[in-house]
């Protein structure tokens, strides 16, 4: 009976922390930052168009073009699959990202989203503001890395799309 008696005081005790800890990581953006698998449910899946534009770099390539759903003025964004090649793979402890240029800078609304699709491939998501008309340029720097057994490679490719 002891035993217990200790064991849900120990119980009681430790509740506020826990409760503390998570609230301390949103206060210091912890929800503004998305885990793998959180970056993973946010990416579509659907196949780029025969119509993607190709950027080829040492060791990978990047598709890029814009999802279905810019050409039907809803939520748009830009997608683009990396691709490692000659015996590499993606690297899957790099934080991906997009860098906007200038001019699209205001049209990129929030984070783009990274998930590894395979040991060889991955997609980046990058969101973009409702309502953007048609043939806008969407342009930017995708930082990527991929790795052999050997060496890691850390990359950038430049990616221009035009959106639907």
Do not use: W
């Not at 609230?23 to 210091?28: A, D, S």
């Not at 683009?80 to 690297?91: Q, Y």
């Amino acid at each position: 009976m002891r035993r217990q008696v200790r064991l849900l005081i120990l119980a009681a005790l430790a509740v506020p922390f826990v409760v503390a800890c998570k609230r301390g990581g949103e206060e210091r953006g912890g929800v503004a930052t998305e885990g793998a698998a959180a970056a993973a449910a946010r990416v579509p899946r659907e196949p780029l168009p025969a119509s993607a534009v190709r950027v080829s770099g040492n060791n990978f390539h990047v598709d890029a073009a814009p999802a279905a759903g810019c050409a039907t003025g809803g939520s748009c964004s830009v997608l683009a699959d990396l691709t490692a090649t000659s015996g590499f793979k993606v690297n899957e402890e790099y934080p991906y990202r997009f860098v906007p240029d200038a001019a699209s800078r205001p049209l990129v609304d929030g984070e783009a989203a990274f998930a590894v699709t395979s040991p060889h491939t991955g997609r980046l998501m990058v969101p973009v503001r409702a309502g953007v008309a048609a043939g806008t340029r969407i342009g930017g720097t995708f930082k990527l890395s991929v790795c052999s057994a050997d060496v890691c490679q850390i990359e950038a490719a430049v990616v221009d799309v035009a959106v639907n």
